[in-house]
């Protein structure tokens, strides 16, 4: 009898073992809250568009900030989200007709060879801009347009990137864009108005002004709005933060004793000195003097189009002052960082108004800049290794659009009470080394 | 006028071992009666598992004994992530520790007692699942710890006893997570670190019958610090990084910690016993996990994490019944505070305040051979967010260990 017992709780000692020890996961419940996900729409630039390492191609579409975000939607009833998709055989282009980037070894002047941003290719795949892909049956969702300026939103536009998924030479971005009647939208506007200033070096004096921009946005809205969609609207991030504006460092003029009684001998008499080791780049500045030259200031950027062969073997940023349109001086940042205040000031005005969700993509930006860890991952805006950031330094990548993805979806969140599940950032492709 | 492109790389938070299945507070899963009272046994001698619960109660042995046993543990973990409500899993493979113990005596009736006891306290494997959102912060931890402890006791007079021995602590430590550089495919590296640890310390006890009814125990189990030297760390990048990631040789410590236990043992009935334990542990000597590597790199950076671990009180219990000549009858609880603070909870310690429960059986088939087995239940349930990785989510645990052991007294 006690024999039977002792083998029955043997038994039940490995029945229980097996079948009793694993933690039960509960589907989760989300929620779509006081949105209506089922048609998207989202309005920007190349952010949006999935432009990144200077080229938009298919893998950095299926990646863009516009579909994560209606990716996740689709799990509280989102419907179909159509992309302007290039062909997924093709390399894809850049704005300037080039190919896009990849990580690779380049030689310098030098004869040095290093990591380096290199194009995949000699130049962009022009078919991309030569066929047009607009269709009746399955109107686009993402009007991520590169080079989009909230002012070009209203009438017939010529950018190759919307005429090749227009549904006419004559169609506007806004009919086009609504013609869907979204039930839910995005607007992340402003952003190319204030790169192409900063990427010119602010030699692109126009910037639209703050009362133009804020009546064009309200009359976006107005359209959004119309039928009772709900929407999500971004800020500008400070793009001085940029590692296209980041990287190349203001002192990053080294020299050796000799260079340096050179140079003091050529400079001393425009009062500017030097010293062995780093010192600050040679800049014009025609308010400087006479000779319209002077030292760059730690708080003035240089951009990532630097030539740098011209830096390194042919004394650009010492005896050749580095032109205007590579730099972004005091006066120039003071400026551009005012226009992108006064921007958001009107975003947040007018979320606030339409009673819209907003996104601080302003504070994202810095928080980037500060460096944070993400799920064990430190993330930065540190060109390259920083993670979050394309190879051009100024579009995200998958992962950095992940990130970015997941603070829209807080925001919806938190603004409509859903329960939309954020995405694993980690699982989107960062920087690919070779 | 040179390194125009600062590729200063990746400043990882490098490294954490932990104990894997080892709870905030010590595993006691040494000796199948112990452990069928709630893994207490401090003041209650019952076969050469006392070796560890006290070397003291060893002195009331009676005869040699031999003791094997194994305690397998099946373990798994679900951690439900906060912001993508996705669930992962380990797919831990069965721990399966090991005991021996024996007890000897020169003569009958000697007061002198030797004592050698060979366990595996930490013997288990944590695995996660392929791509799970914690992978770099661990993707797989093996720690083996064996202790080697030959003991003396003495009983100095007949209500008194005391022990004490000298524990060796062999072990093998490989920790492996993925590193965030991914190659042309889209590869994240791996990184991975294997070691020999070796350790010392003691153990202490005295046994005291206050009475024929009620007896008492204290025990003392030094702090061990395990140390590997000349680990071997080995890097998975792909190729334009092999000099950000060398591979070499690291060095680390892990302290495992003192406990100090006073225990109980009331023979209320000729059938009925019972016992209690109170653990203080001292977890507070867990500040910090640190790691150096030989060769650094800007990448590659020796690292101190925080742990900050506190010490904690854990209590245990049980009762035995004895049913008859040949079967008895065992049962038993226990609780444990963690000793892990929210910021320091991490995929290798999802530790959390548990309760447990156990149960098991003795049958004697003659005088000299009887059989032992156990089974130990918990499940446990910790949301936290991790101060150097940021995880955070909810970890949910559930552990079942049924153990047998063989015993021969002559």
């Known amino acids: ?28 419940t989300y929620s779509k809250g006081e949105i209506d996900p089922s048609r998207f729409v989202m309005i920007g630039g190349g952010h949006v568009a999935g432009y990144m390492n200077d080229g938009l191609y298919f893998e950095g579409q299926e990646n863009s900030l516009a579909n994560i975000i209606a990716r996740q939607l689709a799990k509280v009833g989102g419907g179909n989200f159509n992309q302007p ?15 896009p980037m990849k990580l690779g070894y380049k030689t310098d002047c030098q004869g040095v060879t290093s990591l380096s941003p290199i194009r995949i290719a000699a130049q962009g795949d022009l078919g991309v801009f030569n066929q047009n892909i607009y269709s009746t049956n399955a109107l686009f969702g993402n009007y991520g347009i590169p080079g989009l300026k909230l002012a070009d939103v209203f009438s017939s536009n010529s950018n190759s990137f919307f005429t090749r998924m227009a549904s006419s030479s004559s169609a506007s971005i806004m009919g086009d864009a609504f013609a869907s009647q979204p039930t839910f939208f995005s607007l992340f506007l402003g952003l190319e108005e204030v790169l192409s200033f900063a990427k010119s070096g602010g030699t692109t004096e126009y910037i639209q002004p703050n009362i133009l921009f804020a009546s064009d946005y309200e009359q976006v809205l107005l359209t959004a709005t119309a039928n009772g969609a709900k929407g999500v609207l971004a800020t500008i991030p400070d793009v001085s933060e940029m590692p296209y504006f980041t990287t190349i460092p203001w002192n990053g003029l080294t020299l050796d004793a000799s260079s340096n009684t050179t140079l003091n001998s050529i400079y001393n008499p425009l009062d500017y000195y030097f010293s062995v080791g780093s010192n600050p780049f040679m800049i014009v500045d025609s308010t400087a003097n006479a000779f319209a030259v002077r030292q760059i200031l730690s708080t003035e950027l240089l951009t990532l189009s630097l030539p740098l062969d011209s830096v390194k073997c042919n004394q650009m940023g010492v005896l050749f002052p580095i032109r205007d349109e590579f730099v972004l001086d005091a006066g120039e940042l003071q400026y551009l960082r005012g226009v992108i205040a006064e921007y958001n000031q009107i975003i947040i005005d007018l979320a606030a108004k339409y009673n819209l969700a907003v996104v601080n993509v302003n504070e994202f930006s810095k928080n980037l800049q500060t460096g944070f860890v993400y799920n064990g991952v430190t993330m930065s805006s540190k060109f390259v290794s920083g993670g979050a950031y394309s190879l051009d330094g100024i579009h995200f990548n998958a992962k950095g659009n992940a990130l970015l993805a997941n603070e829209f979806i807080k925001s919806i969140n938190s603004k409509y009470k859903s329960r939309i599940p954020q995405v694993d950032a980690n699982a989107f492709n960062s920087t690919l080394f070779p | ?32 009666k112990q452990q069928g009272m709630g893994c207490a046994g401090t003041a209650l001698f019952q076969d050469g598992a006392s070796i560890f619960y006290n070397p003291g109660s060893v002195a009331f042995s009676n005869e040699n004994s031999i003791n094997i046993a194994s305690t397998p543990i099946f373990s798994n973990v679900l951690y439900v992530d906060s912001a993508t409500q996705h669930g992962y899993r380990t797919k831990n493979p069965v721990g399966t520790p090991f005991s021996a113990y024996g007890i000897f005596q020169a003569h009958k009736h000697d007061k002198l007692k030797f004592g050698i ?6 013997g288990s494997t944590v695995q996660w699942e392929e791509n799970w959102i914690g992978r770099f912060a661990l993707t797989r931890l093996e720690l083996k710890a064996i202790y080697i402890q030959p003991t003396l006791s003495y009983r100095i007079a007949d209500v008194i006893g005391i022990g004490a021995g000298f524990i060796i602590s062999t072990g093998n430590v490989n920790l492996q997570k993925d590193v965030p550089v991914q190659d042309s495919l889209g590869n994240y590296g791996h990184a991975e670190l294997a070691g020999k640890a070796l350790g010392f310390g003691f153990n202490a006890g005295i046994h005291y019958d206050l009475n024929k009814k009620l007896t008492v125990g204290i025990t003392y189990r030094s702090q061990i610090n395990m140390k590997v030297k000349n680990g071997v760390a080995t890097f998975t990048v792909p190729a334009s990084l092999n000099t950000n990631f060398p591979d070499g040789v690291f060095t680390g ?3 495992l910690p003192n406990v100090t236990t006073l225990g109980w043992a009331y023979k209320a009935t000729k059938k009925w016993q019972f016992v209690l334990d109170i653990n ?10 640190a790691f150096d590597y030989e060769k650094n790199t800007t990448s590659l950076l020796d690292t101190k994490s925080a742990r900050n671990y506190k010490s904690i009180f854990a209590f245990r219990g049980g009762a035995m019944y004895k049913a008859n000549g040949k079967l008895d009858m065992r049962l038993g609880s226990g609780f444990g505070f963690s000793p892990v603070p929210d910021a320091s909870v991490t995929p290798e310690t999802p530790d959390a305040n548990r309760f447990y429960f156990t149960g098991g059986l003795s049958y004697r088939f003659t005088e000299k051979f009887s059989i032992d087995a156990s089974i ?20 949910r645990t559930k552990a079942v260990a049924p153990g047998f052991s063989l015993i021969y007294k002559w």
């Open chain 1, 1 to 28: 009898m006690n024999r039977i017992i002792t083998t029955i709780s043997i038994a039940a000692f490995m029945v229980l073992a097996v079948f009793s020890c694993k933690p039960k996961y509960n589907e989760p």
């Open chain 1, 85 to 99: 998709l290039v062909d997924q055989s093709s390399i894809g282009i850049s704005s300037n007709l080039l190919s």
């Open chain 2, 1 to 32: 006028m040179k390194q125009m492109y600062i590729f200063s790389l990746f400043l990882l938070g490098f490294l954490s071992i932990n104990r894997s299945y080892a709870q905030g507070f010590q595993v006691n899963f040494q000796g199948q």
């Open chain 2, 117 to 122: 006891a060979a366990y595996t306290p930490f």
């Open chain 2, 253 to 255: 410590a892990l302290p």
């Open chain 2, 280 to 289: 203080y542990v001292g977890w507070k000597v867990y500040d910090s996990l």
């Open chain 2, 376 to 395: 130990y239940y918990t499940q446990l349930k910790r949301t936290a967010q991790n101060a150097e990785t940021n995880l955070y989510g909810t970890y």
